[in-house]
């Protein structure tokens, strides 16, 4: 059996809802092409993705732990496949578009520096008179100009809806700056789940690295709610937790919440009464949500994470020497701009040295940054 591309716009008339985004309705690329045969607009737009270079860079990129640290914990990678799983099983319980949403998951973090979010302080600290830095503009700089795959355009020429969900993603870390994109416009259906399946992901997933490394034990959870209704839900108890159980735990604490997002977010769509996109971007407010009790449980649990995980005198000593490592390359490229890689130098004509340097060092990996830190400042290390 074979599927032609407006067979396949077809089935997505008939199973989405009708405030979910349809790709034959997509508002198109900045640049016009003929479309697949037999692939609808979002599938292309989640492989020309798939393919580029920064998303495989995404392997060797810190998520909490350094990528060096082991092999076991979260990189940015997994956590962007995580993220994506998370996105799709929403996006099918709510009848939301599965294509769009792994296209705007794979894409949301392409613009990570080096190191994290200690990377990405740390450029907006270098680049605070020069434009600035953060990683959502760098994620659309990636997909629209800095990925060169194609003769005709710049970028990878997605189309507008996987732009605007990859502008208009948020948490509580990131606010979202959508000029170009209808910033009077929430994000559609497929953006708003693709933020909180991030956020989900990383929550629960930092958690569980948390726990593998050590530096949280089961006993520093007690009286966190949702801890403790997850391991009453499994029947477990006791100071010492092997991986199993760990696995257990992780695995239920994902399912209860995208069980309570979706259930939530189901009413939420019905009592709202929207019967399109544009009326779903309208409402005041994210129609995506948990319900109450698992929002406060949550945020009970974000704030154990950030004072005894993204606190912990471990992961700040790494955070102060990662923010050493991109102060020390970006100060010594700028100095002298002749260090740089002559593909570099020749793209700061076009962009401006400080944009250039900012767009070689977020581009970096963690074990890039580190070797080349080596090479400029350890003098017994061969440039």
Known sequence: MYF???????????????YACHSRSSKGRAYP??????????????DRILHTTAFRRLEYKTQVFF?????????????????????RTIARALGANEDLIEAICLAHDLGHSAFGHSGEVALARLMKDYGGFDHNKQSLRIITILERRYPDFPGLNLTWEVREGVVKHESEYDIADARDYNPELRGHLEAQIA???DELAYTAHDLDDGLRSG???????DGVTLWEILMDSVGVRGQKMDDLTRHRLIRRLIGMEVSDLVHTTHQRLRDSNVKSVEELQRLP?????FSEDMHRRNRQLKDFLYAKLYRHHRVVRMQVKAERIISDLFTAYRSEPSILPLH???QAEEYGLERTICDYIAGMTDRFAVEEHQKLFDPVVRP
């Open 344 to 346: 570099v130098q020749a």
């Open 285 to 289: 407010y994210n129609v995506i949500s």
């Open 195 to 197: 933020n909180v399946a």
């Open 67 to 87: 990528n060096y640290e082991g092999d076991y914990y979260r990189t940015r990678l997994t956590h962007t496949l995580e993220v994506a799983q998370i996105g």
């Open 33 to 46: 092409e003929d479309e697949p045969e037999y692939r609808t607009a979002f599938q292309r737009d989640r």
């Open 4 to 18: 032609s591309r407006e067979q396949l716009e077809v089935i997505e008339d008939q199973s989405l809802a009708p």
């Open 215 to 221: 530096m949280l034990t089961p006993d520093m959870l």
